[in-house]
C-alpha cells in the first residue's frame, strides 16, 4: 500500500554531514509544499505560495554557484561573502515555515486525539507569529481553522495507518533535525 512519503525524498534521507545537502534539502521542502495540498484548503495557498518562492530563492543562488553551494551552509557563507543575501533570507524563511510544520505535525502525531486546527494553531504561536505582522496573522488563522479534520487528514497519507505512522516518524525526525542544524547555523549570521 503506498502512502504520501513513497516517492517523496523524505527528509531523513537528507545528508547532513559536514553540511545539509542543498540539492536533498530542497527535494526534501518540495515534499511539504506538496504536504500542505493534502490539507486541501485554498487557505493554505500563502503557505505554499511563500514556501515555494524560499525554496526557487535558494535554488537560483545554487544553480548560479553550484560549487560554492554544495551545503547549505557553504550556500549562505559564499552569499554573505559577496555582500547578498536573497537566498540567506530565503533559507531563513523556510526554515521558518519547516519548523512550523514540525512542530504541527509532531504535536499532532504525538497527541492522537488533537485535532489538526488546533495543532497548526500552537505551532503558529510558537513559530511565526512572532515575525509576522497585523496584516499576515489573520490569513495563518483562517489557515488554521481551514485544517481539515484528522482523521481524513491521515487517511489521505495512506490507507494503511501503521505505515503512514511510522513513515511520518522518520520524516518527522529527519526535519526536526534539520531544522534545529539550520536554527544554530543562523544564531552566527547577521542578515
Known amino acids: 500500500m503506498a502512502t504520501f512519503f513513497d516517492g517523496r525524498r523524505s527528509f531523513k534521507d537528507v545528508e547532513t554531514n559536514g553540511g545539509i545537502n542543498t540539492s536533498q534539502f530542497l527535494e526534501a521542502a518540495e515534499g511539504v509544499v506538496q504536504l500542505f495540498d493534502?490539507?486541501?484548503s485554498t487557505a493554505f495557498a500563502p503557505?505554499?505560495?511563500d514556501m515555494s518562492g524560499n525554496i526557487k530563492k535558494i535554488r537560483d543562488r545554487q544553480l548560479a554557484?553550484?560549487?560554492a553551494s554544495e551545503?547549505?551552509?557553504s550556500l549562505t557563507t559564499a552569499e554573505q561573502a559577496e555582500k547578498k543575501k536573497v537566498a540567506t533570507e530565503g533559507l531563513l524563511w523556510l526554515n521558518r515555515g519547516l519548523d512550523f510544520t514540525a512542530q504541527a505535525l509532531r504535536n499532532n502525531h504525538t497527541n492522537s486525539t488533537e485535532e489538526l486546527a488546533n495543532s497548526f494553531t500552537k505551532a503558529y504561536e510558537a513559530?511565526?507569529?512572532k515575525h509576522h505582522?497585523?496584516?499576515v496573522r489573520p490569513?495563518?488563522?483562517l489557515a488554521m481553522k481551514a485544517c481539515p479534520y484528522r482523521n481524513a487528514?491521515?487517511?489521505k497519507l495512506g490507507d494503511d495507518q501503521e505505515a503512514v505512522k511510522k513513515e511520518l516518524e522518520a520524516w518527522l525526525g529527519g526535519l526536526e533535525k534539520c531544522v534545529t542544524i539550520l536554527n544554530n547555523h543562523y544564531e552566527g549570521i547577521k542578515i
Open 38 to 40: 493534502i490539507l486541501g
Open 47 to 49: 503557505v505554499k505560495s
Open 65 to 67: 554557484a553550484p560549487s
Open 71 to 73: 551545503t547549505l551552509q
Open 127 to 129: 513559530t511565526l507569529k
Open 133 to 135: 505582522g497585523i496584516m
Open 139 to 141: 490569513i495563518f488563522a
Open 153 to 155: 487528514f491521515y487517511k
